[in-house]
């Protein structure tokens, strides 16, 4: 009779809890449905791509000479680092005294010679009429003219002599053979330059390219006007091969590529890394770089489905060209996919769509 009495009083508790947690669920409200989220989508696209093999390089100018002085002489005049000069402007001068004092020299001996040529001249009329009267020997008359002749030949001598002095005056003003910056001074006021000394260094910054060295092994698949990656302070832009030197070092198994940068603000020195085509390009699905969403599980792409809502698509990123990177997963060309706004989508849940850009 007493275990009975405890049955009972058992089973009145456990109905009065079991009314109790109905309650709390009929009480409790559905979780609410999240609103639909702003995202911006993008289209995969099939395309051709191909690995690349990434090498670092150097960004130089195209024109970049040490400028040397032709002639010899003390330097009263030299250009500072950092002036910005034009083609012709002069970079350095040169003492030229010496060659002043010569070329007047020249000019008094022209001057000497060309009197004496006129001289010549109003005599020779006078040789003539008496060499025609007989009253000189005509041998005589040949031999004046001969004589004036020689005259003639010595002002030209005298003549080219003034003009190489002249030549000779004018190199003493080294002059910029391009247009440029001053980027370093080789000599200082009052030192003394022999012929074929560098007096300054002068870059061409506006033309630049980028000089890189890469395995003869790739000579297959680059040539003059491949296209490149160039990859500078985190940007990648694609570039034309301007240079292709065919010919590879026995040392370092490689061989040298130029390639032609544009309006890119990238400073000559620096250092950049370039993505070149490592085997023949073949047909992928790719997708925009910002359509891959990476997390600790694995990688996965937000695909809008006609219903607008997302679904999660796992993928396995290959080859990077720019902004494309190879998607391999269920992913097919044309597919929507969340380019912006997808870190906090849930798979199902309703978007709207601010802009589809086509990639």
Do not use: C
């Not at 910056?181 to 200082?188: G, I, N």
Request: proline share 5%; net charge neutral; hydrophobic share 45%.
């Amino acid at each position: 009779m007493r275990n009975l009495y405890k049955t009972l009083i058992a089973a009145g508790i456990s109905a009065v809890l079991l009314a109790r947690l109905l309650e709390v669920d009929a009480s409790t409200p559905e979780k609410p449905v999240p609103p639909p989220a702003m995202v911006d989508v993008a289209a995969a696209v099939s395309t051709e791509l191909s690995p690349r093999h990434w090498a670092p390089g150097s960004v130089v100018s195209r024109q970049d000479a040490k400028v040397a002085s032709e002639q010899s002489g003390r330097v009263v005049r030299v250009a500072d680092v950092g002036d910005v000069v034009k083609a012709g402007a002069a970079l350095a001068l040169l003492d030229d005294t010496a060659l002043r004092l010569r070329e007047q020299e020249h000019q008094a001996e022209i001057a000497r010679i060309q009197a004496q040529l006129d001289l010549a001249a109003r005599q020779e009329q006078r040789y003539s009429q008496l060499a025609a009267q007989q009253t000189i020997a005509r041998s005589q008359y040949e031999q004046f003219r001969a004589e004036r002749d020689m005259l003639a030949q010595d002002r030209s001598r005298a003549q080219a002599l003034l003009a190489q002095t002249r030549h000779q005056r004018a190199q003493m003003t080294v002059r910029a053979p391009f247009s440029g910056v001053v980027a370093e001074r080789l000599v200082q006021l009052g030192e003394y330059v022999s012929g074929g000394a560098s007096v300054v260094r002068l870059v061409d910054p506006g033309t630049r390219e980028v000089r890189v060295r890469a395995p003869v092994d790739l000579s297959k698949f680059l040539a003059v006007g491949t296209r490149v990656l160039v990859r500078a302070d985190g940007q990648e832009t694609l570039h034309p091969v301007s240079a292709f030197v065919p010919v590879g070092d026995e040392a370092s198994r490689q061989l040298e590529l130029r390639i032609a940068l544009g309006s890119e603000s990238v400073t000559v020195g620096s250092a950049v890394d370039i993505g070149m085509p490592s085997a023949l390009p073949r047909r992928v699905v790719a997708v925009p770089r910002d359509a891959i969403i990476m997390r600790k599980e694995g990688d996965f792409v937000l695909r809008v489905g006609s219903d607008n809502k997302a679904e999660r698509v796992p993928v396995k990123t290959g080859t990077e060209v720019g902004e494309l990177v190879e998607a391999i997963g269920a992913v097919n060309p044309g597919d929507r996919l969340v380019v912006r706004g997808g870190e906090r989508i849930e798979p199902g849940q309703t978007v709207t769509l601010q802009s589809t850009a086509l990639r």
